[in-house]
């Protein structure tokens, strides 16, 4: 065979393989593109139902990235905290809803105990805690906090949060019950020993000592 033939072999053979590699390469994106149209509508109902999960929780929930970045809220923490999911995405929530202690003072974000469970990779759960409303209002609140775990370590955080402005409400109220108790006691007391009474002859000493008769 003469070197022209085996040229035009080559390039007949050269041609073909690059005919039939575009042909694989273009099966094999039409297929992709099949796959993929066909996984958007269940990616798209896995979603919905995560949300309508969400929705059916009675309490907030959040879930932050690392640094403390909003990834997703559900309807109930926005009716408690007034603001909406898209207004918190990307944003860092401590700055703008968990920045005060119980007492008021200040909360920086490195001591936040709700933040740290992803550097700890430990739970973290309180009764005592205060979130701000968009309002400007206090919400007392109990939360649990839980890392959320990936092969490569701890990737997220997910917080639980409940209103506990009644049970709050209830112990104040119960705390001025028993300050009221306390109160009126410490007065019988010093009363007692003001006006001394004889409940056999029905008598009251008054202030110079002398035992007068009580009215029928």
């Not at 005919?19 to 509508?41: G, N, T």
């Not at 932050?64 to 909003?70: S, W």
């Not at 860092?92 to 200040?106: A, K, M, Q, S």
Request: glycine residues 6%; neutral net charge; charged residues 30%.
């Amino acid at each position: 065979r003469s070197d022209t033939t085996i040229d035009a072999c080559s390039v007949v053979g050269t041609t073909f393989f690059t005919v039939f590699s575009l042909r694989c390469s273009q099966v094999r994106i039409r297929r992709a593109d099949e796959v993929a149209r066909a996984a958007k509508p269940e990616l798209q109902r896995n979603e919905q139902k995560r949300r309508d999960i969400g929705s059916s929780l009675a309490d907030g929930r959040d879930v932050l990235n690392d640094n403390g970045e909003v990834l997703f809220t559900n309807p109930e923490a926005e009716r408690l905290l007034g603001w909406t999911e898209a207004e918190l995405r990307g944003r860092n929530v401590h700055e703008l809803v968990h920045n005060r202690r119980p007492d008021g003072t200040l909360l920086p974000f490195a001591e936040c105990r709700m933040h740290n469970v992803i550097k700890m990779g430990a739970r973290f759960n309180s009764h005592d805690e205060i979130f701000i409303r968009k309002d400007g209002t206090a919400l007392p609140v109990s939360v649990l906090s839980a890392p959320l775990k990936e092969k490569s370590g701890v990737a997220a955080s997910v917080t639980a949060f409940r209103d506990i402005s009644d049970i709050k409400r209830v112990e104040q109220e119960r705390e001025q019950l028993i300050a009221d108790l306390q109160k009126a006691l410490a007065e019988i007391k010093t009363l007692h020993g003001i006006l001394p009474i004889c409940s056999n002859w029905k008598k009251i000493r008054d202030d110079k000592g002398a035992w007068r008769q009580l009215e029928e």
